[in-house]
């Protein structure tokens, strides 16, 4: 199956991202898995302007430095912007075959500020430290640079 890429944005993560350490090709490798909830505002067909809002939870795979550093810097609300891969996850189970979808992430914004990212670790002390440096708390090895909190990740039309 060619991969499909899969863009969530604006999430935040339903609870903390689980680590471990997996045999791979060349020994120990990190493995993180995390959900992510995303919101959608879609319009009511013959409704008038009435707006209805749809949740969307995905199970994001992380491998490597940038599972360590998800597991480091995240937590249960992290907003996060996640660019990844869907593949087949099917298998035979007693002769049926049982159909599944996996989701890999292969970038990963982190859209909180340093001082929400240390709040949220430290259980919601020291939010006023450093809030007004504009630091963001994007550890080394992510593939993208995190967007400033004022400008728009995009325009509604």
Not at 60 to 70: F, H, Y
């Amino acid at each position: 199956m060619a991969n499909v890429q899969v863009i969530q944005r604006h999430a935040h993560l339903a609870g903390a991202v689980k680590l471990e350490f997996v045999n791979g090709r060349e020994g120990k490798i990190a493995k993180a898995v995390l959900t992510a909830i995303s919101n959608t505002r879609r319009a009511n067909r013959g409704a008038g302007e009435t707006r209805e809002e749809e949740s969307t939870a995905i199970q994001w795979t992380l491998w490597g430095k940038q599972a360590e550093n998800a597991a480091e810097y995240l937590g249960k609300g992290s907003h996060v912007n996640i660019v990844g891969r869907l593949r087949n996850n099917n298998f035979e189970k007693d002769g049926e075959t049982v159909y599944g979808m996996a989701f890999t992430a292969e970038e990963i914004d982190y859209l909180d500020s340093r001082a929400e990212s240390e709040a949220r670790r430290n259980g919601g002390h020291g939010a006023e430290a450093g809030a007004s440096s504009g630091e963001h708390a994007a550890p080394a090895g992510t593939t993208r640079k995190p967007r400033n909190a004022r400008q728009p990740a995009h325009a509604d039309a």
